[in-house]
Antibody, heavy 119, light 107 residues
Framework: QVHLVESGGGLVKPGGSLRLSCAAS????????MSWIRQAPGKGLEWVSY????????YYAASVKGRFTISRDNARDSLFLQMNSLTAEDTAIYYC????????????WGQGTTVTVSS | DIQMTQSPSSVSASVGDGVTITCRAS??????LAWYQQKPGKAPNLLIS???RLQGGVPSRFSGSGSGTDFTLTISSLQPEDFATYYC?????????FGGGTKVEIK
């Protein structure tokens, strides 16, 4: 059964850092591109970052570029998001999601992990 | 960046009604469009890719159409489990962008 499980969320002060993880199972993780998507409280979906299956291509949303770093470990079927210089605007549920090709949308999603940035 | 505009932002309908949601891209995206359904407290679920391709397990009452800049998601006969928020997402180029969402509520 296809499964993605995020972890690492929590409460952090403005300017702080967090590292999110996403553990995959039930599919060939190394064949999938992966993304992080976030959803602020009561708001819509916002794409954050993309990482190709091999790890060779990376994109970031302008709102996080220079502060967030996406990475993956295909040997451990894991995706990561290092988040630095956090602000209140980064408060959201963070989902990892992916698919076989980004042209075809994201057909696997985790349940999300909540990040709250507050003093 | 490609802006995705969904309408309406919300719609009230009854079980058995048909509902159509529109998504417009700020520039042409071919058929590189996906539709998602999200229920409260849950992750989104991919319903349709490449504008009209139904994902496995998605009921046939859902259909998608369009190309270029104008797309629609149609639910032919609403069922109780269809009351949710629906998002379109362009998959043509980065940054990937989502529409603002359409909440389908029970009348």
């Amino acid at each position: 059964q296809v499964h993605l499980v995020e972890s690492g969320g929590g409460l952090v002060k403005p300017g702080g850092s967090l590292r999110l993880s996403c553990a995959a199972s039930g599919f060939t993780f190394s064949d999938y591109y992966m993304s992080w998507i976030r959803q602020a409280p009561g708001k819509g979906l916002e794409w954050v970052s993309y990482l190709s299956s091999s790890g060779g291509t990376i994109y970031y949303a302008a709102s996080v570029k220079g502060r967030f770093t996406i990475s993956r470990d295909n040997a451990r079927d894991s995706l990561f998001l290092q988040m630095n210089s956090l602000t209140a605007e980064d408060t959201a549920i963070y989902y990892c999601a992916g698919g076989g090709s980004f042209y075809y949308g994201m057909d696997v999603w985790g349940q999300g992990t909540t990040v709250t940035v507050s003093s | 960046d490609i802006q995705m505009t969904q309408s309406p932002s919300s719609v009230s309908a009854s079980v058995g009604d048909g509902v159509t949601i529109t998504c417009r891209a700020s520039q042409g995206i071919g058929n590189w469009l996906a539709w998602y359904q999200q229920k409260p407290g849950k992750a989104p679920n991919l319903l349709i890719s490449t504008a009209s391709r139904l994902q496995g397990g998605v009921p046939s009452r859902f259909s998608g159409s369009g190309s270029g800049t104008d797309f629609t998601l149609t639910i032919s006969s609403l069922q109780p489990e269809d009351f949710a928020t629906y998002y379109c997402q362009q998959a043509n180029s980065f940054p990937l962008t989502f529409g603002g969402g359409t909440k389908v509520e029970i009348k």
